[in-house]
């Protein structure tokens, strides 16, 4: 099964084996990416201080249970420009990072619709809210 191109996290959720451990997981490894470059800031022409911007995109190959994921760093004004910078791609199963990953970075395996670290803390504390009104 092939996802479809534009799928992200939120989209998929609700069709993850475990999609609150696997949202939080994904979440830990956002934090880990923005803390590791909170030193990165650009100003903009009018010395405005730039938002250092992390977002995840899925993978598109697979089942979709617990996708493979690919986290990307980047400045808001250059992610439009497909500016991004990789920062890993982590299993989705482990939610390791891949120490090497040249060959799977091609665009054809990963959604072309990101998703910002703030939307998925929105989407994990959705997630949460729900577990919570089951019981």
């Known amino acids: 099964m092939t996802l479809p191109a534009h799928a992200t996290i939120i989209d998929i959720a609700p069709h993850l084996s475990q999609p609150e ?13 923005r803390n590791d470059h909170k030193q990165d800031t650009i100003l903009d022409d009018g010395l405005n201080l730039i938002d250092n911007v992390v977002q995840v995109r899925i993978g598109r190959m697979g089942k979709g249970s617990h996708p493979h994921y690919r986290i990307e ?11 991004a910078k990789v920062y890993g791609i982590f299993h989705g199963a482990s939610h390791k990072k891949f120490m090497q990953w040249d060959a799977a970075v091609r665009d054809e395996h990963w959604s072309t619709q990101p998703t910002p670290l703030e939307k998925v803390q929105e ?7 729900f577990r919570k009104s089951r019981r």
């Open 123 to 129: 989407l994990i504390g959705q997630l949460r809210a």
């Open 73 to 83: 760093r980047g400045w808001e004004i250059d992610l439009f420009a497909d500016e």
């Open 21 to 33: 451990g696997y949202v939080r997981r994904v979440l830990e490894n956002l934090h880990k990416c």
